[in-house]
């Protein structure tokens, strides 16, 4: 079972799943014995069979990897490989994404099945479980990295090139490498305190980038801050209504579902209105750590 984010997934089949062979992953999957005690919130059945047929219209296709069309009253998911038209793996799943069959006919090892098969449950197809999921509950997935400091996590989000790698770099060189929870992919989930006043909690995932940083651990989100390399190092601030238009492009967001798309921009209007946002102008010189580091960010 994988646990992202708080969120319990589990895959099963009659056949042994073996468990991805990635670093990453490790902290995020969870031992046999201790899966068994959990209700998973995403229960995903493995089958070895080709999926049914669906000759519904596609909701989206990426052009690239997979596409989306309407099951029931459900979605599915059909995954391919570069230059192949015939998917390798399909994903029919209800509308809450709360329950969903994987159709991987191609993961049959020959002679003997009883040696299992690789559990499809990762990348991509777990993170975009995880986006349809969150998306109706009040949680995003951002391109950014994070850093767990003493008052709270710093989100730095930014477009890809935008600096994620290397601001985590410019904290490992600090010393700072365990504060880190992720270099690409940190999911975002809101909630209320006892006053009614919205939180914001940022995870770790096992989705990390070029730095591979994926850790499975959570902090209160104390600031937002906005990538963007300059000649200078400076903070500065930003209004909600400017961190809203930046949040988005750095957002994963099912932008082509009517009725998920909804409860993305109500998640991140939440968080730009509850969270202070800034514009994080840095050098490569690795000043900025200090900077930042040197601010109480309980009291932002």
Known sequence: ??????????????????????????????????????????????????APENHASPIFDSDISWWMQPEGDGYRISFRGKGVDRPHTVMCSDRATSHVQVYAEQLTPAPDLSTGITDPLHYPLDQILLMNHLALR?????????????????????????????MSRLFRKAGLG???????????????????????????TP????????????????????????????????????????LMPVTSSPWYDRERLPGVLETCARIAESVPSYELRFTLRGDIVSLLIARDWSRS
């Open 207 to 246: 989705w990390p980038g070029e730095a591979q940083i994926a850790e499975n651990r959570s902090a209160p989100l104390a600031a937002v801050l906005f990538l963007t390399k300059a000649p200078i190092d400076e903070i500065v601030p930003i209004p909600p209504n400017v961190a809203m238009r930046r």
């Open 178 to 204: 365990q504060t880190l929870l992720s270099d690409d992919r940190v999911i975002l989930r809101t909630g209320e305190d006892e006053a009614g006043r919205t939180t914001v909690t940022a995870w770790g």
């Open 1 to 50: 079972m994988l646990t992202i984010a708080g969120v319990a997934v589990r895959s099963r089949s009659s056949y042994p799943l073996l468990r991805e062979e990635n670093r990453a992953y490790g902290q995020f999957q969870a031992a046999d014995a201790a899966s068994a005690a959990v209700e998973p919130a995403i229960d995903t059945e493995v089958l070895l069979t080709a």
């Open 138 to 166: 009040g949680g995003v997935i951002c391109h950014a990295a994070a850093a767990a400091l003493e008052g709270g996590a710093l989100l730095f989000a930014g477009v890809s090139r935008a600096g994620k790698t290397t």
